[in-house]
Structures are given as structure tokens and as C-alpha cells.
């Protein structure tokens, strides 16, 4: 953080502009608020504000905002949203940071706002709150899991070597926040794609040498509609996501494996 912005008084106030919404099936609208400046606060300590002072700009009394969150150290991908035109966490979006790229200050009345919106591409429950339940029917449509019913008793599992083991870790990190869902353009409201998550997913499971027994069911989801060939390598999923888990080479190491797979069910039937 710059000496200047730690030099900032409290009394200096910052404008938010939220897109809100009532209910799902309600007409979204924009309210401002103003806060009080604080160095190095994030949007979420922000909006912790104003659910403790429901009063928009203009002084009029209001009803809190609601938002999602759990962890606040980006790490359970609950609170999403979208900031400023860019979608990621809330939770790590410090306030002087996003000041700084609309080339904003608090307490001037012509600094542009901070403008929070929810993603669009999940149901609004309220507000900034939306429904990532797609992501997890996505989940349990790959089986994104490791089979071990009934093996506890076949002693220990398969070693797995520390590069291996590098390799998986980067898909592993995953939370689920749906960063790159929103910035992908062939995932709509509208349509069956699967998504850069759960493809990622597969190919995290289907890299386990204990999950690989589920290879075959998960390429066979792949390969159907809204599967792998829906991506159309337009690589915002990797720019958005804020663990950079390397989405791309997941997406492609799991279109060789379709690709594969189809050739070899072609010839043997299976």
C-alpha cells in the first residue's frame, strides 16, 4: 500500500454502487452508499458496513445488503461477485487497490464508484447472493470423487511420487467459486455446458490412481452434450481464476483423453 493512501483520514468516505435485487423473480435496481475510509479494508468488510448502517447516499433508510461468504481468506469461493466489470473475490478485493484502478480517492464528489453486481451467470437468490448449484450437480455429474468404499481393508494405497503428487496439488486447489464460469463465454443460463471446473475436476480424479477407476464414466460425460467439445478454448477461465490453477492444460489433457477413449470404444465396443 502507497504512504498516501495510509495517510488517508477516516472521515474521507467511499462510494459503492450495488445492483440489487429483492427476490429472484424481482426487477434488479442501483443504490449508492457511502463508507467511511479505512486503510486496507476489503469489499466485504465494506459491505459488513452497510448491513449496519442500511442508508444509501442520499440518506434514505434502506434494507441491508445481502451477500455470501464464509471463510474471508479466499478459500471456500463463497463470495464471489462481480467488481468493478472484473468478477473474484470479495473477500481479497482491498479497497485501496480497487480505488486505485478506476484512478479513484475517497472524499471527492467525481471519483468513479466501486460498482459491485452479482454474476450473471447463476440465479439471483438476493442481492449480490446467487445459486452456484450447477457447479455441484457439475461435481457429481464426473463423479468428482476418489471411490473407497470397501477398501479399508486392502491396506495401505498406491505411493505417488512428489511430482506427481505437484501436478495434482495445482488442480486440487479448486474452492468451487465459479470465477471462471462467469468470465466464459460458452457457459450461459441457456445451455449444458459443463464448465472449466468441473473439467478440471475429472482431470484431478482421473489423475488419482484410486479415482482413475471412474475414468471411463467421466470421459463418457465428457464426450456427451455440454461435455468437453462446448469449450471453445477462449482461455478466460484461466485469466480470472484466483488460484491459477492451470485450467487450459486440464482442458486439454482431458480432450486427448476423450479423444482416446472414443477411438478405443469405437474398436472394442467399450
Known amino acids: 500500500m502507497s504512504l498516501e493512501a495510509t495517510q488517508k483520514s477516516t472521515d474521507q468516505l467511499i462510494r459503492f454502487k450495488i445492483l440489487r435485487q429483492d427476490r429472484p423473480d ?9 463508507v467511511p475510509y479505512s486503510p486496507s479494508h476489503n469489499v466485504i ?36 461477485m462481480v467488481i468493478n466489470g472484473r468478477v473474484r473475490q470479495s473477500c481479497s478485493a482491498l479497497i485501496d487497490d480497487l480505488l486505485e484502478d478506476v484512478g479513484a480517492a475517497p472524499g471527492r464528489s467525481n471519483s468513479a464508484p466501486i460498482v459491485l ?21 457439475a461435481l457429481i455429474k464426473i463423479k468428482g470423487w476418489v471411490p473407497i ?23 486440487s486447489r479448486c474452492m468451487s467459486c465459479g470465477c471462471c464460469l462467469e468470465a466464459c463465454p460458452q457457459f450461459t443460463a441457456d445451455n449444458d455446458f459443463i464448465g472449466a471446473s468441473a473439467i478440471g475436476q475429472a482431470a484431478y480424479f ?13 470421459l463418457d460425460v465428457l464426450m456427451g452434450p455440454g ?15 484466483p488460484k491459477d490453477i492451470p485450467l487450459t492444460e486440464a482442458i486439454a489433457r482431458v480432450g486427448r483423453d476423450t479423444t482416446l477413449h472414443a477411438i478405443k470404444k469405437f474398436f472394442t465396443g467399450r
Request: aromatic letters at 6%.
Open 26 to 34: 424481482a426487477a434488479r435496481y442501483w443504490e449508492r452508499f457511502d
Open 206 to 218: 482421473n489423475d488419482h490412481d484410486t479415482g482413475k477407476v471412474l475414468k471411463k464414466d467421466r
Open 45 to 80: 468488510s465494506c459491505l459488513q458496513h452497510i448491513a449496519a448502517h442500511p442508508h444509501t447516499a442520499e440518506g434514505r433508510r434502506t434494507t441491508p445488503v445481502v451477500w455470501d461468504c464464509n471463510c474471508l481468506e479466499e478459500v471456500c469461493g463463497a463470495c464471489t
Open 117 to 137: 453486481e452479482p454474476m450473471s451467470k447463476f440465479p439471483v437468490v438476493r442481492d449480490l447472493m446467487v445459486d452456484r448449484q450447477r457447479m455441484f450437480d
Open 227 to 241: 461435455g468437453i467439445t462446448d469449450c471453445g478454448n477462449a482461455q478466460n477461465c484461466v485469466k480470472v481464476c
Open 149 to 171: 468404499d470397501g477398501t479399508h481393508d486392502l491396506g495401505r494405497g498406491p505411493g505417488e511420487s512428489p511430482e506427481h503428487q505437484n501436478v495434482r496439488y495445482n488442480l
